[in-house]
């Protein structure tokens, strides 16, 4: 079976994207490994699927997988390279684009200057929502990692997330905390690690570790999770420029009852076919 596939990335967060409109095929989680694979496969952060739409209120569904061939909820770099996806190879013509993902609908609307905005939904921040074991909802939550104390902003963009606050993310313990975060026992389905450092009221810089790929050059749904932490907190405005190894987001988030709005890039790298 050949599988036509593009590579794209969101500020040096990969993907490779294949079209499940037009070609028909079922992946099992060890051909998705392979695929991911940086020397046996083409290689990437995540797998996106673009599917038929599941209701009448979509467009598209919208799949994602990591590269350890495990399938989860949401991706927002990977959203806006879903819309350009779309777009690029001639399924829609629309500018405002709405997609079923494992955890919700969201909507993805195409720029005049051809970057992507996403409307991420309302931020879930109930323990139970997460997941997240803990009694009741706090802004700060005291974790205990490697027998040391921490303190943590938990939420869920569509998929879980930590965030940190750190001094500075260049010297941050990313590759020791990051990992052993991810798996805590107290986030069932693991989570995603943010280490964020508050440069002024409108500007962050963010490090994220993301659960099954590593840490990553950029993560869509880590920066609206720092956000929605910095502003709960009292330390943010309600427009952010983020600061991600790969380059720069814009996240909006007016407060509890308003959703999540973040606009980046996504750039088509190449394009080919894979016997997978």
């Known amino acids: 079976m050949q599988l036509r596939f593009v590579k794209m990335h969101g500020l040096g967060n990969d993907f490779v994207v ?13 051909q998705v490994r392979r695929l991911a694979d940086r020397h046996f ?31 989860v909820e949401q991706c927002g770099n990977g959203a806006r390279c ?3 996806f779309v777009r690029d190879e001639g399924l829609t013509t629309a500018t405002a684009i709405p997609v079923m993902t494992a955890s919700g609908r969201i909507v993805l609307h195409i720029e ?24 009741r909802r706090d802004m700060a939550y005291p974790l205990v990692v490697q027998h040391e104390m921490h303190v943590i902003s938990a939420l869920s963009m569509g998929n879980p997330h930590a ?15 990051g990992p052993a975060i991810e798996s805590h026992a ?10 964020m450092q508050v440069v002024a009221p409108d500007h ?17 749904t880590g920066a609206c999770a720092a956000v929605v932490a910095g502003r709960l907190h009292g330390w943010l405005v ?18 509890e009852g308003r959703h999540v709005m973040m606009t980046g890039p996504a750039t088509r790298v190449f394009e080919g076919t894979i016997e997978p």
């Open 18 to 30: 294949l079209d499940g409109v037009r070609q028909s095929f079922d992946l099992s989680a060890e």
């Open 186 to 195: 107290r986030f069932p389905n693991r989570v995603n690690v943010g280490f």
């Open 238 to 255: 309600d427009t952010v420029k983020v600061d991600l190894p790969g380059g720069r987001l814009t996240v909006h988030w007016q407060g």
């Open 112 to 135: 005049d200057d051809g970057e992507v905005t996403v409307d991420m939904g309302l931020p879930r921040l109930e323990p139970a929502e997460i997941p997240f074991a803990a009694e």
């Open 204 to 220: 962050i810089r963010l490090r994220v570790y993301e659960r099954g790929a590593g840490e990553t050059l950029a993560c869509g």
């Open 82 to 84: 879903f819309a350009r």
């Open 41 to 71: 496969g083409i290689g990437c952060d995540q797998l996106l699927i673009v599917e038929p739409a599941p209701t009448d209120d979509t467009l598209f569904r919208y799949r994602i997988f990591n590269a350890d061939g495990s399938e």
């Open 163 to 177: 965030v940190l606050r750190v001094e500075d993310v260049d010297t941050a313990p990313v590759e020791a905390l």
